[in-house]
């Protein structure tokens, strides 16, 4: 277990790759024969590994929320999302300007939402976790906190990205300054100076990428003939592309370590030295993946596809007239939309889940340390925030975390 050396105690993580692969393919292979339903089941399993599997001073954390509480939360949003959808489908059949108009309304709103959907999330996650069997919680109100969020929103769009320094630190203060763990309260010690130069320095990065682009397009023609140029052309851009990415992954990792660095607990002070290069390989690792899956999904198809119409593939040739009526066959093709579509889907959150999610976990962990832990011996447990009906509008816009 992680032991503490100069008052300095280690957060460790060490869930295994492997086991989650199992119980991922367990739960994600439930998933078609309950229409999705079994995802709540899904999200449950994976934070227990997560949690379970991650200690901080030698004590591991604890997940106590059950995945019907997230199905309850799940079906609470939708009596919400019902109307929302038929006024979508109102607006559908409405005139052209009315569409855009309406369409535009519905995405502001849907925008605004996200950031309550996100603050009532972690309100839930909060107040299921535990450590040395005491609750974390988080206060405030994800009404103001969705409001905040929209209106530096707005600023940083009409600024084109310049506010985002403040509008990062205000956010990360307001939900580390209403975040409990029993009866002590979390502080924040950032602001925008701490973001300042990594920010504005990636900014004049991308400036710079978005010129270098423009330059290409001019010199190939896509610029004036988008649609009309030689396709070959659009390779000149995946140069501008990863460089775009590699800046953004490391600013990522330069705003993760100095926000949680100034992450305080009473006394007790975290320090996350998060890798940017480690980062950007498990970004790397996730493109591998999900192309090895991809191929090993299209070898599948195409074994399928011999044995539903094994005349065409008679002989050493393929009888492309058999082929086609066999693929004209409605119920043929209607299973091959359905479950190609269930497959490229779900292998991609599954590959994406192994590699992007744990490698994330897994760097976050063990990029941290806590200092002063022994100060938070005398906290005090709080009763369970019991109010809270799963996730809520986080499930059903499907932007929960972990």
Do not use: C
């Amino acid at each position: 277990m992680a032991g503490e050396i100069s008052g300095t105690s280690a957060i460790r993580f060490w869930g295994r790759r492997s086991a989650f692969a199992l119980i991922l393919l367990r739960y994600y292979v439930l998933l078609v024969p309950t229409i999705g339903l079994y995802r709540f089941w899904l999200t449950t399993a994976r934070r227990r590994f997560y949690w379970g599997h991650t200690d901080i001073g030698g004590d591991t954390l604890e997940y106590t929320g059950g995945a019907g509480q997230l199905l309850v939360g799940f079906l609470m949003a939708l009596v919400v999302f019902v109307p929302v959808y038929g006024l979508f489908f109102y607006l559908s059949t409405q005139s052209a300007s009315v569409v855009i108009i309406g369409y535009g309304a519905a995405a502001v709103l849907l925008w605004f939402l996200f950031g309550y959907a996100r603050y009532r999330a972690r309100d839930f996650r909060l107040s299921r976790t535990l450590w040395r069997g005491i609750r974390f919680d988080q206060a405030g109100s994800a009404w103001v906190y969705a409001l905040r969020r929209f209106l530096w929103s707005i600023l940083t769009l009409v600024t084109l990205g310049l506010a985002y320094p403040f509008m990062a630190a205000d956010l990360w203060s307001y939900r580390y300054a209403n975040s409990w763990y029993g009866d002590r309260k979390f502080g924040f010690a950032g602001s925008w100076k701490h973001l300042a130069l990594p920010f504005y320095l990636a900014w004049a990065a991308m400036a710079a990428i978005v010129v270098w682009a423009i330059v290409i397009a001019e010199q190939t023609g896509l610029l004036e003939n988008p649609l009309e140029g030689d396709p070959a052309g659009y390779f000149n851009f995946l140069l501008p592309l990863l460089a775009g990415f590699t800046v953004v992954t490391f600013y990522r990792a330069a705003e993760i370590s100095r926000m949680f660095s100034a992450v305080r607990l009473g006394d007790a002070t975290l320090t996350l030295r998060f890798s940017g290069l480690r980062l950007f390989w498990q970004y790397v690792l996730f493109a591998i993946a999900l192309v090895a899956a991809y191929i090993l999904l299209a070898l599948g198809g195409f074994v399928v596809l011999t044995i539903l119409a094994s005349e065409a593939f008679a002989g050493y040739g393929v009888d492309f007239d058999l082929l086609l009526r066999a693929m004209q066959s409605s119920t043929i093709t209607l299973l091959a939309i359905i479950f190609g579509y269930l497959l490229l889907f779900g292998a991609f959150t599954y590959v994406h889940e192994l590699f992007l999610g744990y490698g994330f976990w897994h760097l976050l962990a063990n990029s941290a340390s806590i200092a002063g832990l022994d100060t938070l011996s005398d906290v005090r447990a709080r009763a369970e925030d019991k109010a809270l009906a799963g996730e809520g509008l986080a499930d059903a816009l499907n932007i929960g975390g972990y």
